[in-house]
């Protein structure tokens, strides 16, 4: 460590122009790769790239078409919908699309009509020679008429048409509902693409001023994609507005001149007034009730330039002032600008090894602006206090960096060795993660020490050697009133540091406790935003709709075959008894329903059936088809299937497919009800019945969206546990072995990490208070506690062994540890608290959660670092000193900084 610092130090020392040039030059050059380095298509595959039920439903996409579904909600001004408006309306809407560009997307099957609209039963009454009904009246008495004569399988399609208020009897339903299937893509663009062509042609469809109709797919939602980015966008803009205004009142260099206290004031209303306007829109989103409307719908470009210029116009008005301004102005501007570099030379190489982003990488720009405004504050207040001690700029300068440095070199290894344990991960997107966080931290960490420290060095040196340099004021720069606060804790550990940590503990143990309940779930849903028209369309299908959503099983082999024939017959029996799959009673049992292999080919095969044909059937006996539906297990089936398909080429092309002649994969899609919450368990039922199936010598596997969204998510929580441990660990032993070569007391190495394991515990437990669900978003709350957590611990550690030199009695040296690094914590805390909090008015669910729990995470880091660890240390100091062991006298306190040198 010695070394490593003694070389930046000189390096700042001797040559700071060109530490800025290289800096400078580097971060073009990464920067160029860094624009390229965008957020992966399929985020799924980073996550479980080998999981079957994902290589499934890519399968079915390329072997069966992918096929997606619109749903169209109608409402009433009168309350009922199966009305002769209603009727019109159905009619106009199918005729709207069939007429538009999207039309060729439609997926059109005998039995299975793209565009099913709640009003089909009319529908199809008239197709089949009815008269077109004149009344309100005529329409209910053709639906009624038309639902009880169609087959029961498709009467209870019918039915999950309606709101849950639905009398069929009577023929009235408050809310009605269309379903239209077209062909999609797995390609994120073109599915966009597809889903907004037919959106279109919906919103154009003319209908009776009573009727409204409003579409909801999730395709829609990824459509909507633009309007999120813009968002999150305005946000972390907001968000970086924020840090700015913090950091320029923790700068301050406390002006004595009036005028000049005058300047420093309307540059902190300018910038108030930029954040006010670049906050508008999001408040005027979150309380629409509040805030006009005009407000929410403003363009955010110029918005966000308006709110710019402002703080630019603050940040000349201090440049012109008095020297103290411009001190406070450009260390403000110094550390931003610093922090942007690390993310670019973090995003850079990112492209550079992995080329595109997984969901995770996203949010590590959150980490490092939190670690550079820790390290920027340590390093500046140190900076200043050596220049108020009488020391020059060149010796203020390697002082700074030989003692904050240390503690910076000890908390950036650490972190960085943590993070980098997850590069043996099997989840792609957490190996990606834990390496670039490891890059990001080092990255961040000698920017800190050199490029910040070079800068500075190169303006001060000029303004000392002209004699400009005054220190006077600089001791308020980091506001007298967060030391002197934070100083006062330093009661707890002198006083009560048994309480303290038995009051902790408690605490951790309760946290655990908590941790049991947290809840695993993810849903789309929640991605839209709470002002999205979308949303609340998808809140009353649900809530009032039992319309069922798809699920597929894959069966893959050789399906030719009476055995397979026999397995596959016995699992579509099984399904029936699966929980949330929709069944249908009939004479001949209780079956499944959906569009499946075995349901289709039982379609013309079953002698009782309305659509028996008759050649097929023959076929069949021809093969051994006999009682139960069964054949032989050694029957060659590929007959049977070539004259199914010659004669029915759309309907098998739906559920049956060859290659290169050998008939190898079969498809049941099931009409299911689970949901998002309930997909793990409906995969676990669906796969259980296909056993007789895999008997046979098939595989099978059941998939949907909703599994492997539940998938993704199971598979994050039980790899962040491993993750989680494995990190900690590795911080653990680096700490234990630093602190036995420093001072031959490796207990200070777990007495260090103890506090960031209770900052993790504490935050999933109030997770779970809370009843915020562990998520794709909510996962990276552990990385960024352990990530900001570790330092913060290190630093108290640091200068508690560095105070034991000047202090004899262990309350003083934490006393002035508190109000010197307590004080420096607590800023960087509060900066980044107050700049991400704002992720709090987000429209989006994932994120105002995410705003809250990283704001409760980096209080209850500090919390630790002030109070718990301090603690900690006090009794271990007075632990040994009964011993008679001085563990923290000044000898070896002074061996262990000087071994850290």
Known sequence: ?????????????????????????????????AGKYLPSEDQNESFAPDAPELTAGSEIARTFGAVSRIQVLTSSTTGDVITLDGLQAAI????????????????????????LTYMAPVQFAIEGGAPVPTSDAEVKALYTTGLSMLPPEFRSFMTALVSDDADSEAATAELGLSAVSYESSDNFDEASLAASSISDAIALAPTPDTITNDAFSLELIFAEGDDFQVEIMRLFATAGLIIL?????????????????????????????????????????????????????????????????LYVAAFVLWGVGSGKLRRTTSDTLITMLTIGFAIQWMNGYGYLRFESQSQMV??????????????????????????????????????AIRTVGIALVLATLTAAVGFLTNVTNDIPALAEFGELAAVGISVSFLLMLTFVPAVREVLDRRAERNGRL??????????????????????????MAVATVVVSLLLTGLGAYGMTGLSTQFSFLDFVPTTSPLRGTALTLSERFDFPETTSVLVTGDVATGQAWNGMLASYTDSADVPSVQTVETDQGVFATG?????????????????????????????????????????????????????????????????????????????????????????????QAFEPARAAGLEAVATSSAIISALVVETLRDSQVSSLLLTMGAALLLLVINFWFESRRPMLGLITTLPVAIVVIWVFGLMAAFGIPFGPVTATISAIGIGIGIPYMIHVTHRYLEERLEWEDENEAIDHTLIHTGGALAGSAITTIAGFGILMVSTTIPFRQFGFVIAYTILLALIAAVMVLP???????????????????????????????
């Open 1 to 33: 460590m010695k070394t490593l610092v003694n070389a930046l130090a000189t390096a700042v020392r001797k040559a700071p122009w060109v530490v800025i040039a290289v800096t400078i030059a580097l971060t073009v050059i990464l920067g160029v790769f």
């Open 362 to 399: 996203q949010i590590l720009p959150i980490l490092l602006i939190g670690l550079g405004v820790d390290y920027a504050i340590h390093m500046n207040t140190r900076y200043r206090q050596e220049l108020v001690s009488g020391r020059t700029v060149d010796e203020s300068i390697s002082t």
């Open 245 to 309: 205004l913090v950091l320029a009142i923790i700068f301050l260099v406390k002006p004595s001149a009036v005028k000049d206290r005058a300047m420093y004031i309307a540059g902190i209303v300018l910038m108030l007034a930029g954040l006010s306007v670049a906050l508008a829109p999001s408040l005027a989103l979150v309380i629409p009730s509040v805030f006009p409307q005009a407000w929410a719908d403003a363009d955010p470009g110029p918005v966000l330039l308006t709110a710019v210029l």
């Open 871 to 901: 603690s900690m240390l006090v009794l271990w100091d007075r632990w040994h000193r009964k011993r008679g062991d001085s563990t923290l006298d000044t000898v070896t306190v002074r061996g262990a900084l000087q071994d850290m040198e």
């Open 595 to 687: 569009n499946s292999f075995t349901s289709v080919m039982l379609r013309y095969l079953n002698p009782e059936s309305e659509m028996l044909d008759q050649e097929l059937f023959a076929t069949a006996i021809g093969l051994g088809f006999g009682f139960g539906g069964a054949f032989p297990g050694s029957a060659d089936l590929t007959p049977l299937y070539d004259a199914a398909f010659e004669k029915y080429p759309l309907e098998m092309a739906a559920v049956l497919a060859s290659t290169d002649g050998v008939y190898d994969a079969a498809l049941f899609n099931f009409d299911t009800t689970a949901g998002d919450n309930g997909a793990s368990k409906l995969a676990e039922g669906l796969n």
């Open 92 to 115: 106009a809407l199918e005729e709207s699309i069939r007429g538009s560009d999207a039309a060729e997307l439609l997926i059109d099957r005998p039995q299975s009509p793209a565009i």
């Open 470 to 495: 005054t220190t006077e004021g600089m001791e308020a720069g980091e506001s007298r009133i967060l030391p002197n606060l934070i100083g006062k804790t330093s009661i707890l550990p002198r006083k």
